[in-house]
């Protein structure tokens, strides 16, 4: 099945999650995306194995859409061919630290003299112009930098989420401006680089709080899962299991007031915004916590959605996957790897479009699966490829 992107050619030198999901999501879209590895696999590929080879649980999400060919580009043939390819290419996807990727010949001057017109989508984890601006890093630095470590998880002890959403939303931004750099091309002939940074996104999603404290120097500190500007907004243990209810507005609290049969509380002086509720959070909270300790999860939300107050259950990766509203969604779409036990549950394109949706093609490749695929396409024949396979260049 095409896309809208069908006729664009992605190579994918990314590694781990931002720059590999940017490549996803293009290839979600109909894109040619051929994954460069190394001629052992990268570290990537093998992050949380969950097959009989090691094969990790990212890279069966990440590398869905994709080819895979081996490749070492710092031999001099190897060279050529990666050159080769850039030729043919629309875009090169690369999260790599600059000083790599000069040597590697993928920064943007050495593509430019290769393809003109080359889009060039690069991530670094903090971004260009500061002290920390050629240090490498992670997900979890990127929330540390930005303020929100600090406001997650128990008072005084910063936590990081184990969700890697700073990388996942990078690569989600990433996308979105090669769309745009796309587009720019069609109307201009030009191509040009771009450089998402993983503290760039944290400070983005943590902007509000950013604005807040600059604002009013309130120094805020954590409070675990208890919103601070508004309540009820927590947890709440049910009497067999753990809900997250989340309660803003006048009209809601209305509606929740009634519901645990304290209306009154709608007409208390110190609960008449969501700012003086969230200042009394621990009272409030606690008449939830009482009202939840003896119903069931599924009469506690069903009583919530009656009344259009928002509420979820807090659910294990395994209740996750049994959900019948999860399983209703069909969000996860099942696929065969060669080496896996079973079939693996694989996140498909997260919005829904009516005429020219994402989907998935193909599976995650196996290593180096598309390699004499790609070589033969470029002009080489099999015994030249095996010369190249002998050599270690593939």
């Known amino acids: 099945?095409?896309?809208?992107?069908?006729?664009?050619?992605?190579?994918?030198?990314?590694?781990?999650?931002?720059?590999?999901?940017?490549?996803?999501?293009?290839?979600?879209?109909?894109?040619?995306?051929?994954?460069?590895?190394?001629?052992?696999?990268?570290?990537?590929?093998?992050?949380?194995?969950?097959?009989?080879?090691?094969?990790?649980?990212?890279?069966?999400?990440v590398g869905r859409n994709k080819k895979s060919m081996t490749l070492n580009p710092m031999k001099e043939e190897g060279r050529r061919i990666m050159n080769a390819l850039i030729a043919t290419a629309d875009v090169v996807v690369a999260n790599l630290p600059p000083d790599t990727r000069r040597q590697m010949g993928l920064d943007y001057e050495s593509l430019k003299k290769v393809?003109?017109?080359?889009?060039?989508?690069?991530?670094?984890?903090?971004?260009?112009?500061?002290?920390?601006s050629d240090r490498?890093?992670?997900?979890?630095?990127?929330?540390?930098?930005?303020?929100?470590?600090?406001?997650?998880g128990p008072e005084g002890q910063p936590t990081r989420n184990s969700t890697p959403y700073v990388d996942f939303c990078t690569g989600s931004l990433l996308a979105m401006a090669t769309l745009a750099a796309l587009r720019h091309r069609d109307l201009t002939g030009e191509g040009q680089e771009l450089e998402g940074a993983l503290l760039k996104t944290?400070?983005?999603?943590?902007?509000?709080?950013?604005?807040?404290?600059?604002?009013?120097?309130?120094?805020?500190?954590?409070?675990?899962?208890?919103?601070?500007?508004?309540?009820?907004?927590?947890?709440f243990m049910t009497s067999d299991g753990l809900v997250l209810v989340s309660v803003i507005g006048n009209y809601q609290f209305a509606r929740w007031a009634k519901l645990v049969g304290r209306p009154e509380l709608a007409d208390d002086p110190r609960f008449q915004s969501d700012e003086g509720r969230g200042n009394h959070r621990n009272e409030?909270?606690?008449?939830?916590?009482?009202?939840?300790?003896?119903?069931?999860?599924?009469?506690?939300?069903?009583?919530?959605?009656?009344?259009?107050?928002?509420?979820?259950?807090?659910?294990?990766?395994?209740?996750?996957?049994?959900?019948?509203?999860?399983?209703?969604?069909?969000?996860?779409?099942?696929?065969?790897?060669?080496?896996?036990?079973?079939?693996?549950?694989?996140?498909?394109f997260p919005v829904a479009m009516t005429a020219s949706p994402g989907v998935i093609r193909h599976r995650a490749p196996e290593l180096g699966e598309h390699t004499n695929e790609v070589l033969t396409e470029l002009g080489f024949n099999s015994s030249e490829i095996d010369d190249l396979r002998s050599d270690r260049i593939i």
């Not at 490498?136 to 997650?152: C, E, I, K, N, R």
């Open 1 to 61: 099945m095409s896309g809208v992107l069908d006729g664009i050619r992605v190579l994918d030198f990314g590694r781990f999650i931002a720059g590999p999901f940017a490549a996803t999501i293009l290839g979600d879209l109909g894109a040619d995306v051929i994954r460069i590895e190394r001629i052992d696999g990268g570290e990537d590929r093998w992050t949380t194995p969950v097959t009989p080879d090691g094969q990790g649980a990212l890279f069966l999400q």
């Open 115 to 132: 393809k003109d017109d080359i889009i060039v989508s690069t991530v670094t984890c903090f971004g260009s112009g500061g002290p920390f």
């Open 136 to 152: 490498v890093g992670f997900d979890g630095l990127a929330q540390a930098m930005s303020g929100a470590m600090h406001m997650t």
């Open 202 to 235: 944290a400070m983005t999603i943590a902007n509000a709080t950013l604005i807040e404290q600059d604002q009013l120097g309130i120094d805020r500190e954590a409070s675990h899962n208890q919103g601070q500007t508004a309540a009820p907004s927590d947890t």
């Open 284 to 348: 409030i909270c606690g008449v939830m916590s009482d009202w939840c300790a003896n119903k069931t999860t599924d009469q506690v939300l069903l009583a919530l959605a009656d009344l259009k107050i928002p509420g979820a259950p807090v659910l294990k990766p395994q209740q996750t996957l049994d959900h019948p509203h999860v399983n209703a969604l069909g969000f996860l779409e099942r696929w065969a790897y060669p080496s896996a036990s079973k079939d693996v549950p694989i996140s498909q």
